[in-house]
């Protein structure tokens, strides 16, 4: 078993050792190794703390909302609390918080109901850089109601929008810009508040991915000034939820699918049946525990401190991983390099192999990565790299450096072969 390479400690600050303490995924073995999981840009792993809040309220409270008796009170509490946790994730109000199965779901359910307030001729804005998540909804509302969908174009050399073709895209006719915090492929960040000044410039909405950024930079929906923000609480330690936000007075005016005893007020309006009381509630304790990462203070306070000192930690181990791959004959790195607004999230192939051959021999070396174009279908195909895709390696607040260089010298002895 390796040693686990301390990383410097904020003060205030939980350390990396502590931190993986609370994972009991990794002590998984594969082969004779620890398992190093660079999988976390598809769906981290789990602390004991957010699956002992989902049992406790399977085993203790659950129940359905609205009800009379004490554990429907309580189910009312625990999800009203959720919300106020998610609030504070969000630089929110408790009222903007609504919850779904995923973020797919979520736009899917969101588009359908803007797309009833559009017409034949108005537009609506997509991205290449984007998840299928945040082009699909909006195409498929494009198709129904008569819209056109402009598509703002991926800079290959860059790896960023093209801002001049954003600037193109929108204008009198737009009704909604869809973009993309940060890539889930390439680890793009793009400064979504830019975007969103562009959109409503223009008298758009503005609708922000934050799947692929939330667990990486806290999320501050006043500063992004967006009109809607959705992410996924299994990308940051929590279950299989969604989360959306939607600023104060538009829920109301969406004319969403819904049944007729449903609320009719937000936040409740966008949820549709009974929700995943469990998940949700899993969700908060994910947004929790992050925040016990970061010392004492509120909640919001915590939560600063905690996505700093990630912040800091996972630049160092995007430096160590891009470098040591980067020294490999045959492999080619994607995406924008260290030191410039990106998460910690690698994407590379090796010449000669393709992504299922690498990530079958990183399996062999103990360490678990994920292949393909992760849903980010336009960017493999600008790219060039098609199904085949990429590899891709994310660190995430358990990764240690020690798993960095498991990683680079299962991709070394990949070409030794």
């Known amino acids: 078993m390796s040693t686990i390479v301390a990383h410097a400690t904020t003060p205030g600050v939980r350390s990396l050792e502590s931190i993986r303490a609370d994972f009991p995924a990794l002590q998984r073995q594969e082969r004779g190794h620890t398992v190093a999981y660079f999988d976390g840009p598809g769906g981290t792993q789990v602390p004991r703390a957010v699956a002992t809040a ?15 008796y004490p554990t429907s009170v309580e189910t009312d509490a625990m999800l009203a609390e959720a919300r106020g946790v998610f609030a504070d994730f969000f630089n ?68 960023r929008l093209d801002p001049d073709a954003l600037r193109q895209a929108i204008g009198p006719r737009t009704r909604l810009v869809a973009v993309g915090a940060a890539s889930n492929a390439l680890g793009t960040v793009t400064d979504v508040a830019a975007v969103c000044a562009l959109a409503h410039e223009a008298g758009a909405l503005a ?69 995943n009381h469990e998940g949700i509630i899993g969700a908060a304790a994910a947004v929790n525990y992050l925040a016990s990462i ?74 678990y990565a994920s292949n393909g174009d992760f849903y980010a279908q336009t960017v493999a195909e600008v790219l060039g790299r098609g199904a085949d895709g990429f590899v891709r390696a994310g660190a995430a607040c358990y990764t240690s450096e020690d798993e960095v260089r498991l990683l680079v010298d299962g991709v070394k002895n990949l070409e030794k072969r």
């Open 294 to 367: 970061g010392g004492g203070g509120s909640r919001r306070e915590r939560l600063t401190r905690a996505f700093d000192a990630l912040h800091e930690r996972g630049a160092a181990l995007l430096e160590r991983l891009w470098n040591g791959l980067s020294r490999i004959d045959g492999v080619t790195l994607y995406g924008p390099p260290p030191g410039s607004p990106r998460t910690p999230t690698v994407s590379f192939t090796v010449r000669g192999y393709s992504t299922d051959d690498v990530a079958r021999a990183l399996v062999r070396a103990g360490v």
């Open 92 to 159: 929110a109000l408790p009222a903007d918080v609504s919850f779904g199965n995923n973020m797919s779901t979520i736009t899917f359910h969101l588009a359908r109901g803007l797309g009833r307030g559009w017409t034949v001729g108005d537009e609506i804005v997509v991205t290449e850089l984007d998840h299928h998540a945040n082009i699909a909804p909006w195409r498929a509302v494009a198709r129904d109601r008569g819209l056109t969908i402009r598509s703002v174009r991926l800079d290959p050399a860059t790896f």
């Open 54 to 68: 989902m049992t406790d309220y399977l085993f203790h409270h659950n129940a359905n909302t609205h009800w009379l």
């Open 207 to 275: 609708f922000v991915d934050a799947v692929h950024l939330a667990p990486h930079q806290l999320l501050d929906v006043q500063a992004i000034a967006c009109d809607f923000l959705a992410c996924s609480s299994y990308k940051f330690y929590g279950p299989h939820a969604g989360i959306l936000y939607a600023r104060a007075g538009l829920v109301d005016t969406i004319d969403v699918a819904k049944l007729d005893p449903a609320p009719e007020e937000a936040p409740e309006r966008l949820e549709t049946g009974t929700q």
